[in-house]
Nanobody
Framework: VQVEESGGGLVQAGGSLKLSCSAS????????MAWFRRAPGKDLEFVAG???????DVAEPVQGRFTIARGTAKNTVYLQMTNLRPEDTAVYYC?????????????????WGQGTQVTVSS
């Protein structure tokens, strides 16, 4: 399985960005796909997750501003980020899991992308 993200960049506070992620490979089920982020000097944190069954989970710090959704292409997921804040600056990673539940724990996800930088200027 391979995971690839795209869509990061530099944006002013209050702006929007949309990140894309796709999982490929014969073992990629897309059963659970999630976004994590690592801000400078901070630990990796869960941002949002999507289950192929339709369930979603969004972390409290970004609720109401970030939305996760599945694409029409197989094993794709998007993270729509609005009203961005400087504290959202981080490297954003997409992760894939064949597990049978949508979880926030990083250990649940076995394949990770390289990450895409999101920088929000004040």
């Amino acid at each position: 399985v391979q995971v690839e993200e795209s869509g990061g960049g530099l944006v002013q506070a209050g702006g929007s960005l949309k990140l894309s992620c796709s999982a490929s490979g014969y073992a990629a089920t897309g059963r659970n796909m999630a976004w994590f982020r690592r801000a400078p000097g901070k630990d990796l944190e869960f941002v949002a997750g999507s289950a192929s069954s339709g369930g979603t989970d969004v972390a409290e710090p970004v609720q109401g501003r970030f939305t996760i959704a599945r694409g029409t292409a197989k094993n794709t997921v998007y993270l729509q980020m609005t009203n961005l804040r400087p504290e959202d600056t981080a490297v954003y990673y997409c992760a894939h899991s064949n597990g049978n539940r949508l979880m926030r724990a990083r250990s649940w996800y076995d394949v990770w992308g390289q990450g895409t930088q999101v920088t929000v200027s004040s």
